[in-house]
Nanobody, 126 residues
């Protein structure tokens, strides 16, 4: 099993920055991909970005590309989501997720992830 704990959410003005952290514990060696998703009430969970151990690659949703950056500290089993130039439409609950190696699943499909954090609220005021 893997446990994920997010931190770093909060209230920020448009144009500002926030950094979210996701600390993983447990059987972290089994993880192949760690992703970030976000969700607003009544809406589907939306892919934000992810880090894949395969090739140390990162992928981003078009809506955040160029503004958000994923990085990791392997010594701490922690993944970060640095968010800059925030917009009101970035307001959501942000979730960290992790998955084991899976064949044929896209990285932006939330159903392909096995583990989820509790979520952290990000609110961007205009």
């Amino acid at each position: 099993q893997v446990q994920l704990v997010e931190s770093g959410g909060g209230l920020v003005q448009a144009g500002g920055s926030l950094r979210l952290s996701c600390a993983a514990s447990g059987r972290t060696i089994s993880i192949s991909t760690m992703g970030w998703f976000r969700q607003n009430p009544g809406k589907e969970r939306e892919f934000v970005g992810c880090f894949s151990r395969s090739g140390d690659s990162t992928y981003y949703a078009d809506s955040v590309k160029g503004r958000f950056t994923i990085s990791r500290d392997s010594t701490k089993n922690t993944v970060y989501l640095q968010m800059t130039s925030l917009k009101p439409e970035d307001t959501a609950v942000y979730y960290c997720a992790a998955r084991r190696p899976v064949y044929g699943a896209t990285y932006y499909d939330p159903n392909s992830y096995n583990y989820w954090g509790q979520g952290t609220q990000v609110t961007v005021s205009s």
